[in-house]
């Protein structure tokens, strides 16, 4: 009977805590709508889900522990002190995933959201440290069972309060087509994902990059500041729109739909204990591909302003212009017909590390194929603008990263970065040279893994990587042509300033719900002279017209 009377109270509890972080997904979902009888069949969902799994756990943790005192652990009936015990766990449990998951939402969620999340950790941290004093405290034998029991239920109550009080979040409404401008000039914008400056700067020092270096001392550069935590779609859509997540709509590769729930899929899921989506009660969700922005991106700007652009290596997010994917790897060009030159130089270091030499072929091909399909058709489509995304240097520095002086394994690296210099080179001339704005970008960084992740590798539960964009590490920006400032080193900025710079040195209108700005300390004197910062309200991507 005992063991029947701790099964009972740990699928209440566990009842209990699933009722109070179905408030805090709702919370997540920042622009989603929610009917009251929605709210009462997520409330269910939530519960039935908390009953089964988080009561199993605690019913095991229940058993584990029965070498406790048995007065820890009741009797055969309900017992108010197992109760209150069980509920510290599970109110533990609740204000340590608000607390985490407002940390770990911190570019992706609008503060209004975020600051819900911080009064649902303040709640349950009161009504835990309540409780706490309540084990210790003998006085008014029957004042702790009212506030055991009723507290409880108005804590529940108040998460559930904290959901309904926050606003929903709407993205600024897009108002139509921007007025006509015409670009000044013409444009080439490359970003590398995974380079960062600590990689870089060795790499100009050695002059394996001497384009890049001619480039920079004309030019103004310096670190920008990714988006925290690491989303590699979310970061790719800010670099292009100049938008904050909540504006541009994608916060994630992945979003899910609950139809019955939800008109809308949503990408946010509570981060906890569990593995993901299996917070989402009972299967009840479609995986679906992610959203597109409601922004358009840059290709989509120039486009409209009359120059003809192009855009490749991105994700399908197309709207203006002609648009070019990167081969599949198993249709890339054979790594033995590439550059003899290449291959030679690449030998010993594929040689010394021969696990990953078949997967570091495949992206030098598959950067190839795409730079040579990039410059083919530009060249047939008298292209005036190129927006183009390599993936070459992400795919090769979590395995290539050297790990001290003399590693043989730093020459793919190093390959890599001439290679890119090159195709830089290339794209620049054909452009016009001198006359184009040269922008080149990286959304984000790579760092060696926290301790934390670490410590998941020796317990099996993350992949050994040497660096990796996980802790999200600044990326770094470089513009060099007319109207920037030359040599000039910037200080850190944000990833989403990169576009509004772009549009004033092009001379066209910055959007008024762009969240970044015109870097200043790039623009040379005498274009901040001669050119107004013009403003438009927005700059919605094709077929988006509406807000939210």
């Not at 609740?94 to 609008?110: E, S």
């Not at 989402?280 to 409209?304: M, N, Q």
């Not at 017909?337 to 030098?364: E, V």
């Not at 990587?465 to 990326?475: F, K, L, M, Q, T």
Request: glycine letters at 8%; charged letters at 15%; proline letters at 8%.
């Amino acid at each position: 009977m005992r063991h029947l009377a701790r099964l009972g109270h740990s699928v209440a509890a566990g009842a209990v805590a699933g009722a109070a972080l179905a408030p805090l997904q709702l919370v997540l979902w920042a622009e989603a709508r929610i009917s009251p009888a929605h709210a009462l069949c997520a409330l269910a969902a939530w519960a039935s889900w908390g009953a089964l799994w988080l009561g199993f756990v605690f019913f095991v943790a229940l058993e584990l522990s029965s070498l406790a005192p048995p007065k820890l652990l009741g009797g055969s009936r309900f017992s108010v002190g197992l109760w209150r015990r069980l509920m510290i766990a599970a109110f533990l449990l609740v204000a340590g995933v608000a607390i985490w998951n407002r940390h770990t939402t911190h570019d992706l969620l609008v503060s209004a959201n975020r600051q819900a999340l911080s009064v649902a950790a303040w709640l349950a941290g009161v009504y835990l440290l309540i409780l706490l004093i309540l084990v210790r405290w003998r006085a008014f034998p029957r004042l702790p069972p009212m506030l055991s029991f009723g507290g409880t239920g108005l804590v529940v109550a108040s998460l559930w309060g904290v959901w309904l009080l926050t606003p929903p979040a709407t993205a600024p409404v897009a108002t139509g087509n921007a007025p006509r401008f015409e670009a000044a000039r013409n444009l080439l914008m490359v970003s590398w994902e995974g380079a960062d400056l600590p990689w870089l700067l060795p790499l100009l020092e050695r002059k394996d990059m001497p384009f890049l270096h001619s480039r920079r001392e004309k030019g103004a550069w310096g670190q920008i500041r990714t988006i925290r935590p690491y989303t590699r779609s979310a970061a790719l859509a800010t670099l292009v729109t100049g938008c904050s997540p909540s504006v541009h709509g994608v916060l994630g590769k992945r979003s899910y739909r609950l139809s019955w729930l939800l008109d809308q899929p949503v990408t946010l899921l509570l981060a906890g204990p569990w593995p993901s989506p299996h917070q989402l009660p009972w299967r009840t969700w479609e995986r679906v591909p992610g959203a597109s922005p409601r922004r358009a991106p840059i290709w989509s700007i120039l486009e409209r302003s009359g120059l003809p652009s192009g855009n490749a290596g991105w994700p399908r997010w197309s709207t203006g212009g002609w648009e070019l994917q990167p081969p599949l790897a198993s249709e890339a060009t054979p790594f033995a017909q590439l550059d003899p030159d290449l291959q030679a130089a690449l030998a010993p270091a594929l040689a010394a590390l021969p696990g990953g030499a078949h997967d570091a072929q495949r992206a030098f091909a598959v950067a190839t194929d795409l730079h040579a399909a990039v410059l083919q058709r530009s060249q047939s489509q008298g292209t005036r603008a190129l927006v183009v995304n390599t993936r070459l240097i992400s795919q090769l520095r979590p395995a290539w990263t050297p790990q001290g002086a003399g590693d043989p394994t730093d020459d793919t690296l190093r390959q890599a970065a001439r290679l890119l210099d090159d195709e830089l080179r290339r794209l620049w001339s054909q452009l016009g040279g001198e006359d184009t704005l040269l922008v080149v970008a990286s959304p984000y960084g790579m760092a060696p893994p926290s301790p934390w992740r670490r410590l998941g590798h020796l317990v099996g539960h993350t992949s050994e990587s040497r660096v990796s964009p996980d802790e999200a590490p600044d990326g770094f920006v470089l513009f060099s042509g007319p109207g920037t400032r030359a040599g000039e080193r910037l200080r850190t900025r944000r990833l989403a300033d990169v576009v509004p710079t772009i549009l004033y040195l092009l001379e066209l209108p910055v959007a008024r719900d762009m969240s970044g700005g015109v870097i200043l300390e790039a623009v040379s004197d005498d274009h901040a002279a001669r050119v107004p910062l013009r403003r438009v309200a927005s700059y919605p991507a094709a077929g988006y017209l509406g807000g939210g």
